[in-house]
């Protein structure tokens, strides 16, 4: 009887760890995360017939051709001028929670304008969903907030295996002497599969697949010609969500039929290989920065067990070690250390702290 009881606690225990999820408004990006990517170099490699339940996503042969990291902004801290509608709280639907910057828009047909400088903005609204609410931009150097009317609602919340929403999204503008210009989509968001992900250097998941199928028109309307030009288009994306993560762990952008795609892009999160490497679990909870974010000098503050050697190094997220000090540490004491970094590239870094074959880490933003 105990042998047949502890065989079904252990069934009861794996079936919990590897157990479909949730993804709820916690599990979303924030202003105060840090998410560095890789972008993949053979993202046509990537099956993506692969859904439904349980399934098993080997992605392990992904390959890096480089890295970025995405940072989130608060909406306070954009242009004042884009914050017209985003940072308004008698407009709850628009009043958005964080934003991030964009890309350029391509030029547009007969239009002689610039759309730069572009900042989007995202609004979580638990128990309903993930939106983009609209952003802001340069237009022909004019500073300007363009809001969706209807909402971009691209990932319900919560959002659960099995679950289906479509819905239009729209914007446009006016250009003075010139016309308009806008788009008019519907996204129709599919939760097609949860399951196991495994990315490059050991990183493995449990994961919601997301795929999102994007359809309609840009418009451009020429006043002077009483006519208007209709561009259609149909994007795919297809992300695979985890709790706690902030950004999907990969995320893959197609063209053409959702029967037929054609992967256009890819990138994943960038997972450090520490295998055969000791984590100092005691020296890694006490390590400390300040300022962090830091423009000249940061003061690393850690307490460590041991007495000795410990090497402090300082790694760019391209990989490249930047700094590398050799110090002595005091035993079951409250040790600090200086470094300058105001020589330094803008960017995000690792603190990592070196000890008798163990290893403790941080992040550090230089601005």
Request: charged share 10%; hydrophobic share 35%; glycine share 8%.
């Given at each position: 009887?105990?042998?047949?009881?502890?065989?079904?606690?252990?069934?009861?225990?794996?079936?919990?760890?590897?157990?479909?999820?949730?993804?709820?408004?916690?599990?979303?990006?924030?202003?105060?995360?840090?998410?560095?990517?890789?972008?993949?170099?053979?993202?046509?490699?990537i099956d993506l017939n692969v859904s439904g339940a349980n399934a098993t996503?080997?992605?392990?042969?992904?390959?890096?051709?480089?890295?970025?990291?995405?940072?989130?902004?608060?909406?306070?801290?954009?242009?004042?001028?884009?914050?017209?509608?985003?940072?308004?709280?008698?407009?709850?639907?628009?009043?958005?929670?964080?934003?991030?910057?964009?890309?350029?828009?391509?030029?547009?047909?007969?239009?002689?304008?610039?759309?730069?400088?572009?900042?989007?903005?995202?609004?979580?609204?638990?128990?309903?969903?993930?939106?983009?609410?609209?952003?802001?931009?340069?237009?022909?150097?004019?500073?300007?907030?363009?809001?969706?009317?209807?909402?971009?609602?691209?990932?319900?919340?919560?959002?659960?295996?099995?679950?289906?929403?479509?819905?239009?999204?729209?914007?446009?503008?006016?250009?003075?002497?010139?016309?308009?210009?806008?788009?008019?989509?519907?996204?129709?968001?599919?939760?097609?599969?949860?399951?196991?992900?495994?990315?490059?250097?050991?990183?493995?998941?449990?994961?919601?697949?997301?795929?999102?199928?994007?359809?309609?028109?840009?418009?451009?309307?020429?006043?002077?010609?009483?006519?208007?030009?209709?561009?259609?288009?149909?994007?795919?994306?297809?992300?695979?969500?985890?709790?706690?993560?902030?950004?999907?762990?990969?995320?893959?952008?197609?063209?053409?039929?959702?029967?037929?795609?054609?992967?256009?892009?890819?990138?994943?999160?960038?997972?450090?290989?520490?295998?055969?490497?000791?984590?100092?679990?005691?020296?890694?909870?006490?390590?400390?920065?300040?300022?962090?974010?830091?423009?000249?000098?940061?003061?690393?503050?850690?307490?460590?067990?041991?007495?000795?050697?410990?090497?402090?190094?300082?790694?760019?997220?391209?990989?490249?070690?930047?700094?590398?000090?050799?110090?002595?540490?005091?035993?079951?004491?409250?040790?600090?250390?200086?470094?300058?970094?105001?020589?330094?590239?803008?960017?995000?870094?690792?603190?990592?702290?070196?000890?008798?074959?163990?290893?403790?880490?941080?992040?550090?933003?230089?601005?």
């Open positions: 009887m105990k042998k047949k009881l502890l065989l079904l606690i252990a069934i009861a225990i794996n079936t919990h760890a590897w157990a479909q999820i949730t993804i709820t408004g916690s599990d979303l990006p924030t202003t105060s995360g840090v998410y560095i990517r890789d972008n993949a170099s053979n993202a046509n490699s996503w080997d992605y392990t042969t992904l390959a890096s051709s480089g890295m970025d990291t995405i940072t989130y902004m608060t909406v306070a801290s954009t242009n004042f001028a884009y914050q017209l509608y985003f940072n308004n709280p008698f407009s709850p639907n628009y009043d958005s929670d964080l934003a991030i910057k964009g890309v350029d828009f391509p030029s547009i047909p007969l239009v002689p304008i610039t759309i730069t400088n572009v900042v989007n903005y995202f609004k979580i609204a638990d128990n309903d969903g993930y939106y983009q609410t609209g952003f802001g931009a340069s237009i022909s150097s004019i500073p300007a907030s363009v809001k969706y009317d209807p909402r971009d609602k691209f990932l319900p919340l919560p959002c659960t295996f099995g679950v289906n929403i479509s819905n239009p999204f729209e914007w446009n503008f006016d250009i003075p002497t010139v016309g308009s210009y806008g788009q008019r989509k519907t996204r129709t968001v599919e939760v097609d599969g949860w399951g196991t992900l495994n990315l490059p250097n050991g990183g493995t998941y449990n994961t919601l697949r997301v795929k999102s199928t994007i359809e309609g028109i840009d418009s451009v309307y020429i006043s002077q010609f009483g006519f208007g030009i209709a561009i259609p288009s149909t994007q795919l994306e297809y992300k695979w969500y985890a709790q706690g993560e902030g950004e999907p762990l990969l995320t893959v952008n197609a063209n053409g039929s959702a029967a037929n795609p054609t992967i256009s892009a890819a990138n994943y999160k960038h997972h450090e290989n520490t295998a055969g490497i000791k984590v100092n679990h005691l020296l890694n909870s006490n390590l400390n920065l300040y300022p962090n974010p830091s423009q000249e000098i940061t003061q690393i503050k850690y307490y460590t067990p041991l007495q000795g050697a410990l090497t402090i190094s300082l790694i760019a997220i391209t990989g490249n070690v930047v700094l590398h000090q050799q110090e002595q540490s005091m035993a079951n004491t409250n040790n600090s250390y200086q470094i300058n970094v105001s020589e330094l590239p803008v960017g995000f870094y690792t603190l990592q702290i070196s000890q008798q074959g163990s290893v403790a880490s941080t992040k550090l933003v230089v601005r």
